[in-house]
Nanobody, 120 residues
Framework: QVQLVESGGGLVQAGGSLRLSCTAS????????MGWYRQAPGKQRELVAT???????NYADSVKGRFTISRDNARNPMYLQMNSVKPEDTAVYYC??????????????WGQGTQVTVSS
């Protein structure tokens, strides 16, 4: 069983910063691409950023220059540094990872989500 657990969400004022963390646990053989997604009330879940095992990153246009995704090594944990946050960044943020567990093929796992609320 593989689990992804997010932490670091909370309430922050516009212009402030927040750092989210995602830790994977379980019978993990390898982790490939990891990413952050978010879902605001009444909206579809959307990509925020992804990072490969080699460190290549990809960002949504709405967060470029403000958010930074990183990971300590090729496995975990993974972080999302959120700077200059805006009220429109308010959402539940989900960790996502392509994980190969021992004895199974790779599949996508999701965390339970962490709430980020930005006050104006």
């Amino acid at each position: 069983q593989v689990q992804l657990v997010e932490s670091g969400g909370g309430l922050v004022q516009a212009g402030g910063s927040l750092r989210l963390s995602c830790t994977a646990s379980g019978m993990i053989y390898s982790i490939n691409v990891m990413g952050w997604y978010r879902q605001a009330p009444g909206k579809q879940r959307e990509l925020v950023a992804t990072i490969s095992t080699g460190g290549s990153t990809n960002y949504a246009d709405s967060v470029k220059g403000r958010f930074t995704i990183s990971r300590d090594n090729a496995r975990n944990p993974m972080y999302l540094q959120m700077n200059s946050v805006k009220p429109e960044d308010t959402a539940v943020y989900y960790c996502n990872a392509d994980v190969r567990a021992y004895g199974t093929p790779s599949r996508i796992f999701w965390g339970q989500g962490t709430q980020v609320t930005v006050s104006s």
